[in-house]
Nanobody
Framework: QVRLVESGGGLVQPGGSLRLSCAAS????????MGWFRQAPGKERELVAS?????????????NYADSVKGRFTISRDNVRNTVILQMNSLKAHDTGVYYC?????????WGQGTQVTVSS
């Protein structure tokens, strides 16, 4: 059974940092494209960062970021812990929202339950 569990959200002041984790079960994160999305109140869910899977012949790991987070956020994989990490630095008020982990598996996309990030002084 595929399951994604996010953790690490919370309240942080502008300029601060948070580290979000997405613990996956039921599949291996290294073989599938993974992403972090966020949804601010009253807005649509948007892609924040993604990381490309490995294949049998190539090591993946290429990353992609929304323009608004480039240079501040870093997505990575821990294949041993089967976890995807989103390191968020220099947080701004507009980074506030619910952050969701996403896995693009062969049959469908899977989502976690989300973790709240609030950036406020």
């Amino acid at each position: 059974q595929v399951r994604l569990v996010e953790s690490g959200g919370g309240l942080v002041q502008p300029g601060g940092s948070l580290r979000l984790s997405c613990a996956a079960s039921g599949f291996a994160v290294r073989w599938f494209d993974m992403g972090w999305f966020r949804q601010a109140p009253g807005k649509e869910r948007e892609l924040v960062a993604s990381i490309i899977s490995d294949t049998l012949t190539n090591t993946g790991g290429s990353t992609n970021y929304a323009d608004s987070v480039k240079g501040r956020f870093t997505i990575s994989r821990d294949n041993v812990r089967n976890t995807v990490i989103l390191q968020m630095n220099s947080l701004k008020a507009h980074d506030t929202g619910v952050y969701y982990c996403n896995a693009a598996l062969s049959d469908r996309a899977y989502w976690g339950q989300g973790t709240q990030v609030t950036v406020s002084s």
